[in-house]
């Protein structure tokens, strides 16, 4: 009898021996997989970032593409959330930074348009970015600000937006005159039979950025 309880001692003991020895080997693999946790900061990265647009000429509206090579950024201070760096933004564009590959047309965007709207830079921020990938920004021409919608993406640190504008919410339509007048030539299609200088109000606009990303 003596020899049956001597054993089950033992094995009791081996037991608890066995379960305590899990339970450490357990909670330092949970410790190590804590102290490997990874905390990431995002910020504005200026070197990753591009403002595109896409006028549009002819009776059949045929775009005309071209950048800002200048964009002036405040805000963007290093965040957990990269969604509250990108509202955080503002912005301006100084409309003699514009490039569309041809220096003559781009003078006579800046002097025509530009000027016939007395504009020479271009500003704005990020109102509001929602959860169904819409973003709201204010965007000041001409002394009139207005709300812009448009769709966004935000894939960890990589954004952009796409949004379509009208010219004439700014009280565009001096600038569309005189800029048409000037290219009168260039702004109607002969080879389609255009007999009808247009340029169109309408402006597609586009914006990427990659923020910069720092995990510790």
């Not at 001692?9 to 020895?21: E, T, Y």
């Not at 600000?145 to 894939?155: F, P, Q, R, S």
């Not at 007999?195 to 914006?207: G, H």
Request: glycine share 8%.
């Amino acid at each position: 009898m003596r020899k049956n309880t001597k054993f089950l001692f033992v094995a009791l003991a081996g037991l608890m021996m066995s379960s305590c020895a899990g339970e450490t080997e357990t909670t330092e693999t949970a410790v190590a997989e804590v102290e490997k946790t990874e905390t990431c900061y995002y910020s504005y990265d200026a070197a990753n970032s591009e403002m595109s647009f896409t006028a549009y000429k002819f009776l059949g509206k045929v775009g005309v593409g071209g950048t800002f090579t200048q964009i002036n950024v405040e805000g963007g201070e290093k965040n957990e959330d990269a969604k509250a760096v990108i509202e955080g933004l503002s912005f301006n564009i100084p409309i003699s930074s514009i490039s569309t590959k041809d220096v003559s047309r781009d003078g006579k965007i800046n002097e025509f348009f530009f000027g016939g709207i007395n504009t020479e830079v271009i500003s704005g921020e990020v109102k509001s970015l929602d959860d169904s990938g819409k973003a709201v920004l204010a965007i000041t021409m001409n002394s009139i600000t207005k709300d812009v919608e448009g769709a966004y993406t935000l894939n960890d640190n990589a954004f952009s937006f796409d949004a379509e504008i009208d010219v004439l919410n700014w009280d565009g339509q001096a600038g569309i005159d005189a800029l048409n007048e000037e290219c009168k030539e260039l702004h109607t299609d002969f080879a389609n039979g255009d007999t009808e200088s247009k340029l169109w109000p309408d402006v597609t606009i586009s914006f990427s950025t990659e923020l910069k990303k720092e995990c510790e």
